[in-house]
């Protein structure tokens, strides 16, 4: 389990949903019906801290390298990784309402993206950006929003 405890500005989830726009040559132009041809879901988490044993768990192609001097991490290409064979269980909880299921945001399937990005100056905080993006489970669900364990009753 991996927990972003410290962001710098702020948690983002969106949803996009993609359509098919259908016509037929009876009405010209005119749209006469819409489907959707797919929807994903991201959270993007601007992770604020510089951990060294975190950035393996969170990119594909990095592993950390323990000496007797020390760790390190190497960041290799990653060229030809699959992501979605990464993909977890993601649950985002706003930190107001850590304990109320109700507010949270759960991603059955999660896979990272994620970007170093590392200022060193007095004036910028070492930023680690990660994607989380949905692939649907065995049910097709690519999000869920609140509690979880809700089922339907008869």
Do not use: C, H
Request: aromatic residues 6%.
């Amino acid at each position: 389990m991996v927990k972003f405890e410290t962001t710098i500005g702020g948690v983002v989830f969106t949803s996009e949903t993609t359509y098919r726009e259908q016509k037929t040559d009876q009405t010209g132009e005119t749209i006469v019906g819409k489907r959707v041809t797919g929807r994903n879901v991201s959270v993007t988490v601007p992770f604020g801290e510089y951990d060294l044993p975190t950035i393996p768990k969170i990119m594909a192609g990095a592993e950390v390298v323990t000496g007797a001097a020390g760790s390190k991490v190497v960041v290799k290409t990653g060229v030809g990784l699959n992501l979605i064979d990464t993909a977890k269980k993601a649950i985002i909880k706003p930190l107001a309402k850590l304990t109320d299921p109700d507010f949270w945001i759960t991603i059955p399937l999660a896979y990272s993206e994620t970007d170093l990005s590392y200022s060193f100056n007095n004036e910028n905080e070492r930023i680690t950006n990660v994607t989380l993006r949905s692939t649907p489970d065995a049910d097709g669900i690519i999000a869920i929003l609140g509690d979880e364990t809700i089922t339907a009753t008869p």
